[in-house]
């Protein structure tokens, strides 16, 4: 009956996520048969443009391979520094103290305005992007994972202190599995800032992968393989989340599911 319960529910998600993307595509249309501007394509040529540069087109997949160094090992490095700052920021309030004003100037200030500083400090190359990527991406990682130790039940880790744990069996057996799903819930978000950031640095300054074929394109007024660039970063972008979910539900299956519906 169970079984039966959750292949229902996933026919119907998935026929109102179709039934949404006909509807967008529909729209498309619309606007583009009724709009005055030869340069918006079609959904079916933006499709052909897809297809065309996934399997004719191989600087995309050159281009694709030189952005994602950026993306990769910045959202790694946000990873193994977000983490840890957000653990100790939640467990000890006097390390939430230190870094509480410069998590507060990150989150408020927009990261495009210093990428210019950046490549002035570490030039053209990929420890710049990389740099980039990061500040994009790991003060959410470490918001979430503070907020994650900040929800752990108080409750527990008395009784657990009462019982003579350690501090490190705190940490192992309540802390870091509590905040499980909230780090996991950062690094969702933190992932999809990375991607904005790798596709922002290459389209103001450092045009080297994606951002450049995206530039020789709209030079070209080829906009149907501006548009399918976009697509398949999207595409990718929704693929590395569902990679990312899917993650978060194996490691995290003890976790409840509080959803509505």
């Given at each position: 009956m169970?079984n039966?319960a ?14 949404v ?5 529909g729209?498309?249309?619309?606007f583009?048969?009724?709009a005055?501007n ?7 040529e933006v499709?052909r443009g897809v297809f065309?540069?996934l ?5 995309f ?9 950026a993306l990769?090992?910045?959202f790694a490095i946000s990873?193994?520094?977000g ?6 920021a ?5 390390m939430?103290r230190i870094?509480n004003p410069?998590?507060?100037v990150?989150?408020?200030?927009p990261?495009?305005?210093l990428?210019?500083?950046?490549i002035?400090?570490?030039g ?11 500040l994009?991406a ?11 130790v900040r929800g ?13 744990a350690?501090?490190a069996q705190i940490?192992?057996?309540i802390?870091i ?5 909230a780090?996991f819930?950062?690094m969702?978000i933190?992932l999809g ?5 790798m ?5 103001i ?5 994606l951002?450049?074929l995206?530039l020789?394109f709209?030079g070209r007024?080829q906009s149907?393989?501006v548009?399918?660039t976009?697509?398949?970063v ?14 978060e539900k194996r490691?995290?299956?003890w976790?409840?599911d509080?959803?509505?519906?």
């Amino acid at each position: 009956m169970k079984n039966s319960a959750i292949k229902k529910r996933i026919v119907v998600d998935w026929s109102l996520r179709l039934a949404v993307f006909i509807a967008a595509v529909g729209v498309w249309e619309l606007f583009v048969s009724t709009a005055q501007n030869f340069l918006l394509p079609r959904f079916t040529e933006v499709a052909r443009g897809v297809f065309y540069l996934l399997f004719s087109e191989a600087r995309f997949w050159q281009a694709l391979y030189i952005s994602n160094q950026a993306l990769i090992l910045g959202f790694a490095i946000s990873v193994v520094i977000g983490i840890p700052l957000g653990l100790l920021a939640g467990r000890f309030r006097w390390m939430d103290r230190i870094l509480n004003p410069y998590i507060g100037v990150l989150l408020t200030m927009p990261v495009a305005p210093l990428i210019p500083i950046v490549i002035i400090a570490l030039g053209l190359g990929i420890a710049a992007r990389v740099f980039i990527v990061v500040l994009f991406a790991f003060v959410f990682i470490t918001v979430n994972t503070r907020a994650g130790v900040r929800g752990v039940e108080a409750s527990l880790i008395e009784m657990a202190k009462s019982f003579g744990a350690s501090e490190a069996q705190i940490w192992r057996r309540i802390v870091i599995p509590g905040a499980m799903p909230a780090i996991f819930a950062g690094m969702r978000i933190g992932l999809g800032r990375a991607i904005t950031g790798m596709v922002m640095v290459e389209l103001i300054l450092v045009a080297s992968g994606l951002g450049r074929l995206l530039l020789e394109f709209s030079g070209r007024m080829q906009s149907d393989l501006v548009f399918a660039t976009v697509l398949a970063v999207i595409i990718e972008a929704l693929a590395l989340l569902a990679g990312m979910q899917a993650l978060e539900k194996r490691i995290t299956r003890w976790a409840p599911d509080i959803s509505i519906g």
